[in-house]
């Protein structure tokens, strides 16, 4: 054995391997035997080595198999489960649905467009009164119960174009009538004269009295001679502001069908309207009503001063859903001491519609609410009940005007917007 010196590097690792091997051959005493080859020239192995070398592979490929059947298997059990979790999803989703469409949408649609149920066979007596729109009408037939839905009766309305064709006056409906007949009665014009004295909302102490020497031939004089509220503020201690003002009981002449087991008198018909009045306002809370308005808009008003506002609200609004808009407007002008600007009240005062130069020029009419930033004197007609609620208890806005045609129902914080509204009205009939 020879090893190099320590600083002959050439060779050293090669040497020491080398004699290394050689040693161990020589302690073994074995030379080593090559590796049995599998080639088909290789010399034949013992039975049992070769049965063990065969039985090597085969569980070799057993365990392959079964871990080739385990994954198959494994495999299809995640795509079972998959499509399990699939078809749980769907039916949830599926069952949300049902829920949203069959539950939510149904109460959605009954609180936005409300159906009532209608029974058949009824006898209605129905006013329309002059100037109504189709919206006003669909209120007026809803609120009798001779229609379903206010939606469909309007779409049918606009489908036969009746909407111009409708008639004033007092009609007798079957209830359960289809749509599609009723706008028809209501395009011939009335049917009836009505079971009483009809008195529709919004009529003035003198059309009242036009409809009583009509249906009862008491002289619309006489009449007026007797409407006065000192002759009944001591049974009616509500009329107290009336006296005050200018006498008159206008607003307080319930809008009602009245009836009468024989002629009546002046005084009996007065007295069944007042009656009426107490009646239906027994559950309006005009003291809170005060105290909210004077909280809301710092105004100090009397009973009269909010029933002179229903009144207002009656002849400007053209529905139940404008009403509380239209209430809120008037106080926010009173609030901030701008004129209310109603065509309306001087319309009154007139006994016809004011021209433009009229409302400009009538300076000294206490009507006249383009002149005068305050109240009228008194209410400008007999409001109805959803009038007066919506006068005590108006929409919480900011409004300070509006623009109702029979088409276009616009509210306006600002007087560009009120313009714009009113530009794009005009626009919409001209290009009609």
């Known amino acids: 054995m020879s090893i190099s010196p320590d600083n002959d590097t050439s060779s050293t690792g090669a040497a020491r391997f080398t004699e290394d091997a050689s040693s161990e051959e020589v302690l073994s005493g074995r030379e080593e035997s090559p590796e049995p080859s599998l080639g088909k020239h290789a010399a034949a192995l013992p039975a049992s080595l070769e049965t063990n070398r065969i039985s090597k592979r085969t569980a070799a490929a057993t365990r392959r198999a079964v871990r080739g059947n385990v994954a198959h298997r494994n495999k299809k059990a995640h795509r079972r489960s998959r499509l399990f979790a699939t078809l749980i999803a769907l039916a949830l989703i599926g069952f949300a649905a049902a829920i949203f469409v069959f539950v939510v949408v149904p109460k959605i649609t009954d609180t936005v467009n409300p159906t009532q149920e209608i029974t058949s066979g009824e006898e209605v007596t129905v006013v329309i009164p002059e100037g109504a729109n189709a919206s006003t009408v669909a209120d007026i037939l809803y609120t009798n119960k001779v229609i379903a839905n206010k939606a469909e009766f309007l779409a049918q309305l606009k489908k036969q174009q009746s909407d111009q064709k409708i008639k004033s006056g007092t009609y007798l409906i079957t209830t359960g009538m289809s749509y599609a007949d009723i706008i028809r009665l209501l395009a011939e014009g009335p049917n009836t004269n009505g079971d009483g004295l009809v008195i529709p909302e919004g009529y003035t102490v003198s059309q009242t009295a036009e409809a009583v020497e009509k249906y009862y031939g008491i002289s619309k004089d006489d009449f007026l001679a007797q409407a006065k509220a000192s002759n009944y503020v001591e049974e009616y201690p509500f009329l107290k502001d009336a006296v005050s003002a200018n006498d008159s009981l206008e607003g307080y002449l319930f809008p009602k069908?009245?009836?009468?087991?024989?002629?009546p008198s002046a005084d009996t018909i007065i007295r069944a309207m007042l009656d009426q009045y107490k009646e239906e306002t027994s559950d309006l809370n005009f003291d809170a009503a005060r105290i909210d308005l004077k909280a809301r808009y710092n105004l100090d008003l009397t009973d009269e001063q909010i029933l002179t506002v229903a009144s207002i609200v009656e002849k400007e609004a053209s529905n139940q859903e404008d009403r509380g808009n239209v209430a809120s407007v008037i106080y926010n002008r009173l609030s901030q001491g701008m004129p209310l600007q109603s065509d309306a009240t001087l319309a009154y005062s007139l006994g016809r519609e004011p021209t433009a130069d009229e409302l400009q020029t009538l300076t000294d009419d206490k009507y006249n609410t383009y002149a005068h930033d305050e109240l009228t004197p008194t209410p400008i007609c007999s409001p109805g009940l959803?009038?007066?609620?919506?006068?005590?208890?108006?929409?919480?806005?900011?409004?300070?005007?509006?623009?109702?045609?029979?088409?276009?129902?616009?509210?306006?914080?600002t007087y560009d917007e009120h313009l714009e509204a009113i530009n794009n009205s005009k626009d919409k009939e001209s290009s009609q």
Request: a positive charge.
């Open 386 to 413: 959803n009038a007066l609620k919506a006068a005590l208890r108006p929409n919480n806005t900011d409004y300070l005007y509006f623009w109702i045609t029979k088409n276009e129902h616009v509210f306006s914080k």
């Open 257 to 263: 069908t009245y009836t009468f087991e024989s002629t």
